[in-house]
T-cell receptor, first 112, second 113 residues
Framework: NAGVTQTPKFRILKIGQSMTLQCTQD?????MYWYRQDPGMGLKLIYY???????DKGEVPNGYNVSRSTTEDFPLRLELAAPSQTSVYFC???????????FGSGTQLSVL | GQQLNQSPQSMFIQEGEDVSMNCTSS?????WLWYKQDPGEGPVLLIA?????ELTSNGRLTAQFGITRKDSFLNISASIPSDVGIYFC?????????????FGKGTRLHILP
């Protein structure tokens, strides 16, 4: 089983560039999440989705956008990259609220 | 908003030692979760706790859901080199759709050679 797959693994962006972080899961989970992890700061929720067509903001949504057109995919979009968005990004999915989170292996993003 | 205080931030131990770490909150949680993150990987669930007072083991790992519902503890017995990593506690206040899982800042476990 692939579980949660994130691409790319690493990316370097220039200030002002845009990019999409891809996330797909093959477990038929309704809930999907995007977190960012900064050194020593744990995981902060950016956006989440409880099903196809439904998305909601998390703690730190500014500068990001998401869409959920299918159950499997939950891409995260950065429109105008800023140095503050340098971080490691994790996508996760779960069967439901309060259930076990399955994480992808992360995308390390640097904005220079 | 809800916050989790995880301690200690870092631990340096000898192989074979037992390890204890904890997580506290100013508000009540209905679910406590403990995750481990290896370098370059996403967190992986170790133990999930759903009931106050619950004590659950997973091999050498034991976690407890505090009676007050405001804290949780993780113990690792007889540590081995593969225990190195970052341990995160996570909690959820309720089963409501809008109640997201909150993560602590992590405890970094180092094993001295």
């Amino acid at each position: 089983n692939a579980g949660v797959t994130q691409t790319p693994k690493f990316r370097i962006l220039k200030i002002g560039q845009s990019m999409t972080l891809q996330c797909t899961q093959d477990m038929n989970h309704n809930y999907m999440y995007w977190y960012r992890q900064d050194p020593g700061m744990g995981l902060k929720l950016i956006y989440y989705s409880v099903g196809a067509g439904i998305t909601d903001k998390g703690e730190v949504p500014n500068g990001y956008n998401v869409s959920r057109s299918t159950t499997e995919d939950f891409p995260l979009r950065l429109e105008l990259a800023a140095p503050s968005q340098t971080s490691v990004y994790f996508c996760a999915s779960s069967l439901g609220q309060g259930r076990k989170l399955f994480f992808g292996s992360g995308t390390q993003l640097s904005v220079l | 908003g809800q916050q989790l205080n995880q301690s200690p931030q870092s631990m340096f131990i000898q192989e074979g030692e037992d390890v204890s770490m904890n997580c506290t909150s100013s508000s009540i949680f209905n679910t406590w979760l403990w995750y481990k993150q290896d370098p370059g990987e996403g967190p992986v669930l170790l133990i999930a706790l759903y009931k106050a007072g619950e004590l659950t083991s997973n091999g050498r790992l034991t976690a407890q859901f505090g009676i007050t519902r405001k804290d949780s503890f993780l113990n690792i017995s007889a540590s081995i080199p593969s225990d190195v990593g970052i341990y995160f506690c996570a909690g959820q206040g309720s089963m409501n759709r809008d109640d997201k899982i909150i993560f602590g800042k992590g405890t970094r476990l180092h094993i001295l050679p």
